[in-house]
């Protein structure tokens, strides 16, 4: 994957296809290549140029343990927009990079074609904030859970009980979250989770004018679908999307699903 000097850190990145640029922005610890299996081929079969991005906190991208605001990422993903030939890009994100996509196309609108943010909040909830501050203490004081003890608290917070009702189905996501789960978090993880999470920006959406689409997972627990609903009403003639039977990983659960509703959201149908 390239790796180039934009906005002052290097960023690492790739792109696959050729038409329209469509950048993915992926969550909080996760790096780019996370789309790869599902949703960067079904992209581009559709006709997109696809650049997936390994966040700053993510190597081989600058870790910046020192710290970092959705600010950076913002200006970030601007930059790699206009060092893939500028704007407007499509724009995807989930989680922590849907966070990215809003505020984005809040702040650089020039740069947006269309956004599609998926597992979204627009204001602080007590169990995200609790669960954070946990995951920021577990690293802090050097505590590492049992990988097998992780990977089940993991099924559980991202996973729909329909995607793991199979008990076969739920061994193999289990044996891949406790393959994760072995590795120490690094400092760029670290710097992701300390960033602010305390700001109501529902208000501030009003004034986002691309067009934009909010995808909410119906059994999400970590970004409840009623936190993303609140997103697209708070943006003017946004669209709504819920899929049903899936959690906070429902690219992962439901692909084909997620990619349909994308896919022609981007192409306005």
Same mark, same amino acid.
């Given at each position: 994957m390239p790796v180039a000097d934009l906005n002052g850190i290097a960023l690492s990145y790739d792109v696959t296809g050729a038409g329209p640029l469509v950048v993915m922005v992926m969550g909080s610890g996760s790096p780019g290549r996370v789309w790869r299996t599902y949703q960067v081929p079904a992209l581009v079969e559709a006709g997109f140029r696809v650049a997936t991005v390994d966040n700053r906190g993510i190597a081989p991208s600058s870790e910046c343990a020192g710290g970092m605001r959705v600010e950076d990422l913002v200006a970030d993903t601007a930059a790699l927009i206009e060092h893939l030939g500028g704007g407007p890009a499509h724009l995807v994100g989930t989680s922590m990079g849907a966070r990215v996509v809003q505020e984005l196309a809040l702040a650089r609108p020039e740069l947006v074609g269309r956004a599609v943010m998926m597992a979204t909040v627009g204001r602080p909830h007590p169990l995200a904030r609790t669960l954070n501050t946990g995951e920021q203490a577990l690293h802090d004081t050097r505590v590492q859970l049992p990988p097998e003890y992780a990977a089940a608290i993991k099924v559980q917070l991202n996973l729909s009980p329909a995607t793991v009702r199979d008990p076969d189905k739920a061994q193999e996501?289990?044996?891949?979250?406790?393959?994760? @789960?072995? #590795?120490? !978090?690094? /400092?760029?993880?670290?710097?992701?989770?300390?960033?602010?999470?305390?700001?109501?920006?529902?208000?501030?959406?009003?004034?986002?004018?691309?067009?934009?689409?909010?995808?909410?997972?119906?059994?999400?627990?970590?970004?409840?679908?009623?936190?993303?609903?609140?997103? @697209?009403? #708070?943006? !003017?003639? /946004?669209?709504?999307?819920?899929?049903?039977?899936?959690?906070?990983?429902?690219?992962?659960?439901?692909?084909?699903?997620?990619?349909?509703?994308?896919?022609?959201?981007?192409?306005?149908?």
């Open positions: 996501w289990l044996d891949i979250f406790e393959f994760g @789960a072995s #590795a120490t !978090p690094s /400092a760029g993880v670290r710097a992701q989770l300390g960033m602010d999470r305390s700001q109501d920006r529902l208000a501030a959406y009003a004034g986002i004018t691309v067009p934009s689409l909010v995808i909410g997972f119906a059994d999400d627990r970590l970004a409840p679908a009623f936190l993303g609903k609140e997103v @697209a009403e #708070a943006i !003017p003639g /946004a669209r709504y999307a819920e899929i049903e039977r899936c959690g906070h990983l429902g690219y992962l659960e439901r692909p084909d699903e997620v990619n349909r509703v994308i896919i022609d959201f981007l192409l306005d149908r």
